[in-house]
């Protein structure tokens, strides 16, 4: 009987394992998502609303999610203390932000560069130099998307065939 209750504990343990790493696979491309969709309310907020750098960090932090959140309200803040350009403190406080997340660190530099950019004075140029980055994760998406498709159902297969093995022997 004991046998059988640990067998069935190695199997659901590596199933689990093996369906864990496969949500962490889907979540990349939700993150992606989200740092596209701020690049995109960027624009907007410059083209439309006629809104200077910072303020345009506020009015997207009201509308995202965290931690990008917390982390565009601190840049705001930041740069009303004008103690440091918005390269900076943009650079700063996302790099903190994403420290976490399972973006590559390519990835994170397609969403970070666009700060690199935006020292320029005409919208239309800060908007030209948004775009290209926001078309870069664009692309990001699309390969991510499809690697998520592939490795995640590898992944949960190889947890699942893993706890099989294991009971296998074990057993």
Known sequence: MLR??????????????GFWYRRRL????????????????FISEISYGKA??????KRVGERVEEPYRSA??????????RERGFRECFR????????????AEREKENF????????LEENRMQIRAIEQY?????????????????????????????GL???IVLC
């Open 4 to 17: 059988w209750i640990g067998a069935g504990l190695i199997l659901a343990g590596c199933g689990g394992l």
């Open 26 to 41: 889907y979540q990349i491309p939700e993150h992606l998502y989200s740092m596209r969709q701020i690049l995109e309310l």
């Open 52 to 57: 200077a750098l910072p303020e345009c960090c």
């Open 72 to 81: 565009l309200q601190k840049v705001y803040e930041d740069m009303e203390k």
């Open 92 to 103: 700063e406080s996302m790099s903190e932000a994403l420290r976490r997340l399972p973006v």
């Open 112 to 119: 970070l560069g666009f700060a690199d950019c935006c020292g």
């Open 134 to 162: 926001r078309d870069r994760l664009s692309a990001a998406i699309a390969q991510r998307e499809a690697e998520a498709e592939r490795q995640g159902k590898l992944a949960a297969g190889l947890g699942i065939v893993s």
């Open 165 to 167: 093995f294991l009971v």
